[in-house]
């Protein structure tokens, strides 16, 4: 066995696993068929994981021209040869069933376009548009289009409620102005995105949570989703931080499940099932085993104001369910024990932690209102662990602590 010796043979292989998904890349470069969890070394780059083997498989072919059937170890000489390279291996899998947390998510006002979206299932915007003085104009909610990726997630708005959450089953791709789309000012070039469609049963309307999003999200929207009057803005597409995403699917209810397994069926993950599946489900209400692990690793205390009293504390996960993959939404060390007005705050992304236990408070909580919360700026948590960090990071990072 030869040494891959440029990178570049290694983000082809990370490129066409990105682009093909995980069966059809195991297809093309002949890999014998596994799960995620028969592999003990992962690539982490760009914030996603990848095999480490299967990877090196297919940059050797790159390189070599030739199939690399047989390794001499991952540990001994794969990981070490990555490693040369640059790249980041570790020895667990830090985003084990990653297709259920998505890349991106993105918000669509689909307006005419609504039976088109329901029937034929893809979203189209136009490359560019002429202006009154005959320049080439790209609009604000056009630039998000071209950057989705299959399995991103698309809220879709609809006369002012969410009737969809679309799933890309493609990455976006050139593609002409559909037929029914008049507008002579459009160029004919565009952009479309195949997606799966999943219609909620009952449409949640805009009314209902833009006073919570627009303070904790719609500055890190691009472009805002909301004007200053908190209504809908005129804009096709727009890329929401994670954060927000997962703040609409836990709006969204049981229907989330649904779109966890479209987001792991789009990129070739696997689902869990039976008992797996039965406690992951428990544990998006904090309930089942996880709950009975946290409340016992904090010895049914509230980590952070020590209040005693079981039948109010709620285990709250540190890195949002909606967020994390099958292991993390079951992880002890994932969650807190917290008296309900924290479990409020730390939920939204109010509050967080530092390492140290520390607790940092967004700045535009007044004083006044902390004070009636029971909240202060020097309280803290003590009994963290270092298998608590990871997640406290997280949070850290996708409620903009950081």
Not at 144 to 164: E, L, M, Q, T, W
């Amino acid at each position: 066995m030869k040494e891959v010796t440029n990178a570049k043979y290694i983000l082809l292989a990370i490129n066409d696993y990105k682009n093909l998904g995980r069966e059809q890349f195991f297809k093309k470069f002949g890999l014998r068929k596994s799960t995620r969890q028969q592999f003990d070394y992962f690539i982490h780059f760009e914030g996603q994981s990848y095999e480490c083997k299967p990877i090196f498989q297919a940059a050797y072919h790159y390189e070599f021209k030739e199939k690399l059937s047989k390794t001499s170890g991952v540990n001994k000489y794969i990981k070490p040869n990555l490693e040369l390279l640059g790249f980041d291996v570790v020895a667990a899998d830090p985003f084990l069933s990653l297709p259920q947390i998505c890349n991106a998510y993105y918000w669509v006002n689909i307006g005419t376009s609504f039976k088109e979206v329901a029937e034929y299932k893809f979203l189209w915007a136009p490359e560019s548009t002429v202006n009154e003085k005959g320049n080439t104009v790209i609009d604000a909610g056009w630039k998000a289009v071209p950057n989705i990726r299959k399995g991103d997630v698309i809220f879709c708005n609809y006369k002012g409620s969410i009737i969809h959450v679309a799933i890309a089953k493609s990455n976006a791709y050139a593609s002409p102005r559909p037929e029914n789309r008049s507008f002579v000012q459009w160029k004919e070039s565009g952009y479309r995105v195949d997606i799966e469609l999943v219609t909620l049963k009952t449409p949640i309307p805009n009314s209902e949570f833009k006073e919570d999003f627009v303070p904790l999200f719609n500055g890190y929207c691009q472009p805002k989703l909301f004007t200053k009057t908190y209504t809908v803005a005129q804009n096709y597409m727009v890329r929401l931080p994670n954060s927000a995403g997962g703040f609409l699917l836990d709006l969204i209810g049981e229907e989330a499940l649904k779109i966890h397994d479209g987001i792991a069926t789009s990129v070739g993950a696997n689902i869990p099932e039976g008992s797996e599946r039965e406690a992951i489900v428990k544990a998006r209400v904090g309930q089942g085993v996880f709950r009975e692990e946290v409340m016992k690793y904090w010895k049914d205390s509230c980590a952070l104001t020590n209040v005693r009293y079981r039948q109010l504390l709620i285990a709250s996960h540190i890195l949002p369910w909606q967020h994390s993959n099958s292991v993390e939404k079951v992880d002890k060390f994932n969650g807190l024990a917290l008296a309900p007005t924290a479990d409020k705050l730390f939920d939204k992304g109010l509050i967080s932690f530092d390492d140290n236990g520390q607790i940092l408070i967004k700045e535009f909580l007044c004083a006044d209102t902390l004070i009636k919360l029971g909240i202060n700026n020097k309280m803290k948590i003590n009994g963290l662990e270092k298998e608590h960090f990871k997640y406290l990071s997280r949070h850290r990072e996708l409620f903009h602590f950081n």
